[in-house]
């Protein structure tokens, strides 16, 4: 059973342009997690989706950012934009959303740089 | 406000002593804490949690964490220490507020020297 994959692992944009980073979740599981983690800091959480739906988006900037998980195909992390303070590590998790109690299980990351 | 916090930045243990990595937390009704464990350059990975039940909880790679109520602590133990148990170590708490939220502790880094 293949783990969460994310890519790309690396992502290098200059200043203006657009990331898009992707995460498909653990086979069999129907929630998805982003977090933001900034050098020598611990994780921010930034949004929570379920197939279609955003279920949490309190952690999200308000503007430029965006994220979906859609019925087919991975969930989508959207930078429009993008600014030097956007350089972070984006960690997505999935869990199988039939317990609330379930840990969640991480990707490698996708670590963005703006130049 | 719900937190969590670990106090300590950066823990120092010699191998073979036995290691503590401290968490507290403030949160509303009765929560579900995780330990999850980060080497360089990776995804956190899951260590240990707790639901309910014995307050002692054993996880993976001999780790264990006590579940203090009274003190709103959930500490992770291990016995003795291995070089290879270096890492930053991060303690999660999950918790209803008219939905389920998580949110994790800053973070503690582990230094295990030889």
């Known amino acids: 059973n293949a783990g969460v994959m994310q890519n790309p692992r690396h992502l290098v944009r200059r200043r203006g342009q657009e990331a898009r980073l992707r995460c498909s979740p653990m086979?069999?599981?129907?929630?998805v997690y982003w977090y933001r983690q900034l050098p020598e800091e611990g994780l921010k959480f930034m949004v929570y989706?379920?197939?279609?739906?955003?279920?949490?988006e309190s952690g999200m900037p308000k503007e430029r950012f965006s994220a979906e998980f859609p019925k087919e195909g991975p969930s989508i992390l959207r930078i429009q934009q993008v600014v030097r303070g956007d350089s972070a590590a984006y960690f997505c998790?999935?869990?199988?959303?039939?317990?609330?109690?379930?840990?969640?299980?991480f990707g490698p990351g996708t670590r963005l740089t703006v130049l | 406000a719900q937190s969590v916090a670990q106090p300590e930045d950066q823990v120092n243990v010699a191998e073979g002593n036995p290691l503590t990595v401290k968490c507290t937390y403030s949160?509303?009704?009765?929560?579900?804490l995780f330990w999850y464990v980060q080497y360089p350059n990776r995804g956190l990975q899951f260590l240990l949690k707790?639901?309910?039940?014995?307050?002692l909880v054993k996880g993976s790679y001999g780790f264990e964490a006590e579940f203090n109520k009274s003190q709103t602590s959930f500490h992770l133990k291990k016995p003795s220490a291995l070089v290879s148990d270096s890492a930053l170590y991060f303690c999660?708490?999950?918790?209803?507020?008219?939905?389920?939220?998580?949110?994790f502790g800053a973070g503690t880094r582990l230094f295990v020297k030889a």
């Open positions: 086979k069999g599981h129907s929630h």
């Open positions: 707790y639901i309910t039940g014995d307050n």
């Open positions: 989706l379920q197939k279609e739906n955003i279920i949490d």
């Open positions: 999660a708490v999950r918790f209803n507020t008219g939905g389920f939220k998580t949110i």
């Open positions: 998790a999935s869990s199988p959303g039939t317990g609330d109690y379930n840990e969640q299980f």
């Open positions: 949160v509303s009704g009765n929560p579900y």
